[in-house]
């Protein structure tokens, strides 16, 4: 039996505070005006007849089903693209109404293979619906007729779903999905008449065309055409649990469909809050990983790390680790040892993460990978707004007259923001992309950047300064806004420092590469909006000034006054799924939960009473610090929870080197990653599939994350920390996540009216959620700042000190694409490598010929930090003197060449200028055979333990 | 701590806060930065360039006056 479908009214709703009544059925009906008569209809109960209607897509009036008799009206309407009117009188259901559909029926079931049984999409399938809603008994035409049973080879190019155009029923929702939802515009209706197929690009296949593989078409097919394998294969499932993907920060809400404990799709939810029913190729299909077969599901134990693993119980290996934790404080001190919470983790396991390192190791040395993404958004959002987090929701952008995309990559990073973004260009909104690359967004169909200002990487605080200045020195600051709502002393001096001729588009033109035009045009658009908002991501907090950045932006954005409603904003787009709620949660060493610092005594002793310890008053070590304290010999041992910092952290070397020092290494993760062949203690990893938790998204969104099949190791992470913490002397008692919130709920201002209760009612939460805001802030600052008043920071550009010289004049930047996550560990083990299966290295067409390099060619990439060796993709993405690679798979070694600076506030990683030198190369760096034999060794230590379990 | 990276990000903080015209509040935000950020080996290890003549040639003038108001770590 098929899971119950969502209620679907076929037309999009309609916001208008206007309403209209009419009859329908003899029933009188009040809906927003505009609505059409088939969505009023659907609500008030009287369910229309449709198939090329669905409410996530505009009304497109093909399929004929859903004709109504409307009075005063002639022939019979199509409900779906008849708006309603006052007084209007319609009917959904007569003789006639009932004759024609079933005529319609005939004509499309004559051409329909009738293998209904053997069919995957069988009693969920919306032409099979149809057919019985208006009773067709029979097709009088026959089946022998022309028709496209066997016309066309099914496309199974894609490696998630199946197209099979014999069952195509040509409605358009797929076309339309790619366009309207998706905005790619891959697909399109080939031939005429008779001869009309739903085709890929230029009648490509799937995976030889635009499509991103989104899922968007397969969503909306009402048919078994698009449908995905997992369900082709496995069957239709049985259960279907709402929870909250665990990829990038865009938190997508997904109906987990399970048979048993096995996963048979992941559906984008309708209602959920960041996602409104879209996905992307991560979530809606990479979920493979969790069950992949190098998942390591019991705890292991070894003396040293070139030592063969040793399969142990829980206990057994837990009672280890805390031992060793022991020891090391006992022989080096309290502060020898430390946490890493993960991102990719819940809320409440972070919480308890960070708990743990003050409550039980009594020191602040717990950070998270935020240090080297958003660590600077913390800094310059606290500083300036008041509060370390984005002002909006995404919807917020349906809303905004020109938006300004700096360093960020949401088409990739970010994709179903990155549609709705796009929907928003497409409905007249004007776009500045401020990026050193040509991102997809700067031209894509039907969208097209007004402004793209490509500055050389390392200048992101000339260029704010010059946009700043152009706002200043021509009258565009929003004065009455400033007057009422910033600090006076503040702005004025801010207003002098930028004014100054050193910081003029044309005086700063030599550093970014940015004409002075261009950028004035920019600043005038950006000012002038109506409603501006910027979005940015790690392109800006990635440098030795990524705070200085942030606080950049914020100053643009006060000075125009373009914070504190829908539509504006300062939206920082966070890299994984948890970011965000794992700095809510206190992951910082030098802030308690809510962003407080350890230094004030109120906090420390809320948290000093709830935990019945004494909370160190001075902050803790930064992971960089971490690797410092580490080389010289006073840091030894470390928990760490779903992070890889042996691939993820720049200066790979340096990193390793530092491992190498370490005696207790403890890592908590899914698979054997980088840093756990460092370790000695590994305990399994449960994903998310496997807990129960929450998220909480770029937009400060609280999702839920359910329990789709038990723990594989038998222990989610929660449980796993719990009795970490436990065999440390330190118990924790709580029995289900839902107490951990209720706990950090009690101590957290901006969280007091969070609880799962409440979740379960609302779907999702924005924070602040408390007696001030009870049912969430989708919009922070409105009508004054979180701090009181908005504060204009001073922001210097300093040139980096990563500078290009005829040894290396190239600059390196580094980024993240569609089809593969972060360090690769989850999307690497899916079919997400048929997209990306090597990180490549994007270099200049000039740049390349004066090397003689030429597409694919093996080249070596040197930096003062070290050398690795790529394949080259030879593009004008990248600009002449820049060249830009992903760091998705380990082999690649992309942080053996980034170096170990960092920002001035944050110690956030400067991933993104490394100065290089490319040049052609004929086999791996020593690196890359240094790491080729390693992985060896240590998958070879692994072996003997597997053996064994068997 | 090693002594270049602790020189390094000292004097990184002090060409980012040294813009404050009112230069003793520009020391005074440093120390405070120094204070919030710098865990105490950290502070121990810019104490101890401070303490050394060659090393402290190499800290910005602002660090140095900076220094005078570092908490001392405990």
């Known amino acids: 039996m098929s899971l119950p479908r969502e209620p679907d009214y076929g037309t999009p709703s309609c916001d208008s505070a206007q309403s209209v009544s009419l009859l329908i059925d003899g029933q009188p009906v009040c809906v927003p005006a505009g609505t059409s008569v088939m969505r009023a209809a659907g609500q008030s109960g009287c369910a229309i007849p449709k198939l090329c209607a669905t409410d996530s897509l505009e009304p497109f009036g093909s399929c004929r089903l859903c004709l109504v008799e409307i009075d005063g009206r002639k022939g019979y309407p199509a409900s779906c693209t008849t708006p309603v009117e006052a007084g209007m009188v319609v009917r959904t259901q007569t003789p006639k109404l009932a004759e024609l559909r079933r005529n319609v029926m005939e004509l499309y079931i004559s051409d329909h293979p009738l293998d209904c049984l053997t069919c995957p999409t069988n009693g969920n399938c919306e032409l099979q619906d149809m057919a019985g809603v208006v009773g067709l008994r029979e097709v009088r035409y026959g089946f022998k007729g022309e028709n496209h049973f066997e016309c066309s080879q099914k496309d199974e190019s894609n490696p998630y779903f199946s197209y099979d155009p014999a069952k195509c029923i040509v409605c358009n929702r797929c076309v339309r999905a790619c366009e309207e939802t998706q905005g790619t515009f891959a697909l399109t209706i080939s031939g005429r008449g008779f001869d009309s197929r739903v085709s890929p690009g230029q009648s490509e296949s799937f995976m030889d065309s635009e499509c991103v593989s989104c899922g968007a078409c397969v969503n909306a097919c009402p048919t078994a055409t698009l449908t995905e394998k997992s369900v082709i294969q496995l069957g239709q499932a049985e259960r279907s649990v709402t929870t909250t993907c665990a990829y990038c920060g865009v938190g997508c809400s997904f109906k987990a469909e399970v048979k048993g404990n ?113 660590s600077p958004t913390g800094y310059g959002l606290k500083q300036t707004l008041g509060e ?68 050389l990487p390392g200048t992101n605080v000339a260029m704010v300064n010059a946009l700043a200045h152009t706002i200043v020195t021509e009258g565009l600051v929003a004065e009455a806004y400033v007057a009422e709502r910033c600090e006076g002393p503040a702005f004025e001096a801010w207003r002098e420092f930028v004014s100054r001729p050193e910081n003029s588009p044309e005086a700063t033109a030599a550093v970014t590469g940015v004409p002075a035009a261009e950028i004035r045009a920019a600043a005038r658009l950006y000012a002038s909006a109506g409603n501006g908002a910027i979005y940015y991501g790690l392109g800006v907090t990635e440098h030795s000034q990524g705070s200085t950045t942030v606080m950049g932006i914020a100053n643009l954005a006060m000075v125009t006054g373009n914070v504190g409603r829908p539509g504006v904003g300062v939206n920082p787009l966070r890299g994984q799924n948890n970011v965000q709620g794992s700095c809510d949660m206190g992951s910082f060493p030098h802030e308690l939960p809510g962003y407080r610092h350890v230094s004030d005594a109120t906090t420390r002793a809320l948290f000093e009473s709830a935990w019945n310890v004494s909370i160190d ?69 449960s994903s998310f599939l496997e807990k129960d938790g929450t998220f909480t998204n770029a937009e400060r969104r609280i999702s839920r994350v359910r329990k789709v099949m038990p723990p594989l190791a038998g222990k989610a992470d929660w449980e796993a920390t719990l009795a970490l913490a436990d065999a440390l002397g330190y118990p924790m008692n709580y029995s289900h996540p839902s107490e951990i919130m209720d706990e950090i709920a009690r101590l957290t201002p901006s969280f007091h009216g969070v609880n799962y209760e409440l979740l379960e009612k609302k779907g999702s939460i924005q924070w602040p959620c408390n007696e001030a805001a009870p049912e969430g802030t989708p919009t922070m600052h409105v009508g004054g700042f979180i701090r009181g008043k908005g504060r204009f920071m001073l922001t210097p550009y300093v040139p980096t000190t990563e500078k290009v010289t005829r040894r290396f004049p190239l600059i390196l930047t580094t980024g993240r694409i569609l089809s593969q996550y972060n360090v690769g560990a989850q999307t690497r083990r899916t079919a997400n490598v048929a997209w990306h299966d090597e990180d490549r290295l994007e270099i200049h067409p000039v740049d390349a010929e004066d090397r003689g390099i030429k597409e694919g060619d093996w080249v070596g990439i040197a930096s003062r930090a070290g050398e690795t060796v790529l394949r080259a993709t030879v593009t004008e993405r990248v600009q002449p003197g820049v060249v830009y690679t992903t760091f998705h798979f380990p082999e690649s070694g992309a942080n053996v060449i980034t170096t170990d600076n960092s920002d001035w506030a944050t110690n956030c990683p400067e991933y993104k200028v490394t100065a290089v030198q490319v040049s052609l190369c004929a086999q791996p760096s020593e690196w890359q055979q240094r790491f080729a034999r390693r992985r060896e060794q240590q998958h070879g230590l692994l072996k003997p333990a597997t053996t064994d379990a068997g | 701590m090693n002594t270049d990276y602790v020189i390094r990000m000292a004097n990184q903080i002090a060409d980012a806060l040294g813009i404050n015209p009112d230069r003793d509040q520009a020391i005074h935000d440093l120390a405070d930065h120094l204070n919030r950020f710098w865990e105490p080996r950290m502070r121990a290890s810019l104490l101890a360039v401070a303490g050394s003549v060659d090393a402290a040639a190499r800290l910005s003038p602002l660090v140095r006056e900076a220094i005078a108001r570092l908490r001392p770590p405990p």
């Open chain 1, 262 to 374: 096995q996963v048979v799709r992941m559906v984008p939810a309708k209602d959920g809050g960041a996602n409104a029913g879209h996905a992307c190729v991560k979530g809606r299909f990479a979920w493979g990983y969790a069950t992949h077969a190098d998942r390591i599901t019991t705890p292991m134990i070894r003396p040293s790390v070139d030592a063969p693993w040793q399969q142990v119980s829980w206990d057994e290996a837990l009672a280890y680790a805390a031992g060793e934790f022991k020891r090391i404080q006992a022989k080096y001190g309290r502060s020898a040892v430390g946490g890493i919470t993960s991102s990719r983790c819940t809320n409440e396991e972070t919480y308890l993460v960070q708990k743990l390192v003050r409550a039980a190791f009594g020191n602040n040395n717990v950070d998270t990978c935020a240090r080297v993404c958003h």
């Open chain 1, 388 to 455: 370390s987090a984005g002002t909006q929701d995404f919807a917020s952008v349906l809303q905004a007259d020109v938006v300004v995309v700096m360093g960020a990559n949401p088409t990739d990073g970010h994709p179903v923001f990155g549609s709705l973004l796009k929907k928003r260009i497409r409905q007249g909104a004007k776009l500045i992309v401020i990026d050193p690359r040509a991102i997809d967004l700067v031209r894509s169909p039907h969208v097209a950047a007004a402004h793209h200002l490509k500055l």
């Open chain 1, 617 to 685: 008053p001075e902050p803790g070590l930064r992971i960089p610090n971490m690797f410092e304290a580490a080389l010289d010999g006073s840091f030894k041992g470390i928990y760490i929870q779903g992070e890889d910092i042996v691939q993820s952290d720049p200066n790979t070397q340096h990193v390793e080197a530092a491992m190498a020092q370490m005696e207790c290494v403890v890592v908590q993760d899914l698979f054997l990653n980088e840093t756990a062949k460092w370790a000695h203690v590994f305990l399994p990893g």
